[in-house]
């Protein structure tokens, strides 16, 4: 199958950290992308992970474990402007003929309050 | 500047017409794809390039057409078989298809009277 569940709705406070989860259940995995989504703009890339393991950049992290189809995006010392949809996509074969592609989890809205 | 194009940013149309979406990229793209998003819902891929004159439909590609007859253009036409067709559409392109970071473009809001 090719389920990808994120929570729906998150809320944190300024300054805070938050823990934003991805589960997938699919074979024939290669990579799991996060992407961040203001409300009416395009999704903008964050993050790529292919193998186990924490990926920093800066204030996100993101973090795999292929064995348990597991990824979570942290984001620490929460900025107002980090409320936004985040958005785990994973890369996927095809069901038949063509390339990898990416499949999106419905999303996980972040609002930062101070 | 380096970047994906859409045009325009909101378009409205009237039941039963057909109306053409544009997508342009200069990043030297090999792959560019099309995404469909409705409120509480993922993306969902419509049709999708490898190759210039070679395209795949993707999960959703009923009611929709491309053409893809030059690197950097990969316009989408929503024509009138497409049952609910207001929705925001986001066009992507990535290095090669599937494997590399897909980079979005701004965005058409198309709303259907």
């Known amino acids: 199958g090719q389920n990808i569940d994120q929570p729906t709705e998150m809320t944190a406070t300024e300054g805070a950290i938050v823990q934003i989860n991805c589960t997938y259940q699919t074979s024939g995995f290669n990579g799991l992308f996060w992407y961040q989504q203001h409300a009416g703009e395009a999704p903008t890339f964050l993050s790529y992970n292919v193998l186990d393991g924490l990926e920093e950049k800066g204030r996100f992290s993101s973090f795999l474990s292929r064995s348990k189809g597991y990824s979570y995006l942290l984001l620490k010392e929460l900025q107002m402007k980090d409320s936004a949809s985040y958005l785990c996509?994973?890369?996927?074969?095809?069901?038949?003929?063509?390339?990898?592609?990416?499949?999106f989890g419905k999303g996980t809205k972040l609002s930062v309050i101070p | 500047d380096g970047g994906i194009t859409q045009s325009p940013k909101y378009l409205f149309r009237k039941e039963g017409q057909n109306v053409t979406l544009s997508c342009e990229q200069n990043l030297n793209h090999d792959a560019m794809y099309w995404y469909r998003q409705d409120p509480g819902q993922g993306l969902r891929l419509i049709y999708y390039?490898?190759?210039?004159?070679?395209?795949q439909k993707g999960d959703i590609a009923e009611g929709y057409s491309v053409s893809r007859e030059k690197k950097e253009s990969f316009p989408l036409t929503v024509t009138s078989a497409q049952k609910n067709p207001t929705a925001f559409y986001l066009c992507?392109?990535?290095?090669?298809?599937?494997?590399?970071?897909?980079?979005f473009g701004p965005g058409t809001r198309l709303t259907v009277l």
């Open positions: 390039s490898q190759i210039v004159n070679d395209f």
């Open positions: 996509a994973v890369s996927l074969p095809p069901p038949g003929a063509g390339s990898y592609q990416l499949t």
């Open positions: 992507a392109s990535s290095t090669t298809s599937g494997v590399d970071t897909q980079y």
